[in-house]
């Protein structure tokens, strides 16, 4: 069984940075396409950024030129790096296979984004 674990959350002021981590056990990131996805009070959950075995990134519009999606398989772990936080970036963070979820989903990281 397949078992992700988010980590890297926080609290943060407006135009700040936090870098998530997603680390798995039972499969290999390796040879599969990953994503990061999030969900915000009251609203569904959605796919921000994912990330392909041969290193093809795609981002919804609104995180574009703020997040980088990467990956280091030798850790089994992919990675979101957050900058220029907004208020409207509070949400809880998952990890999942991109850009449709196949794992059963992690308990995910709370990030707020809040002065």
């Known amino acids: 069984q397949v078992q992700v674990v988010e980590s890297g959350g926080g609290l943060v002021q407006p135009g700040g940075s936090l870098r998530l981590s997603c680390t798995g056990s039972g499969a290999r990131f390796s040879f599969t396409s990953m994503g990061w996805y999030r969900q915000a009070p009251g609203k569904q959950r959605e796919l921000v950024a994912s990330d392909t075995p041969g290193g093809t990134t795609t981002y919804v519009d609104s995180v574009k030129g703020r997040f980088t999606i990467s990956r280091d398989n030798s850790k089994n772990t992919i990675y979101l790096q957050m900058n220029r936080l907004k208020p409207e970036d509070t949400a809880v963070y998952y990890c999942?296979?991109?850009?449709?979820?196949?794992?059963?989903w992690g308990q995910g990281t709370q990030v707020t984004v809040s002065s």
């Open positions: 999942n296979t991109g850009p449709r979820a196949v794992f059963s």
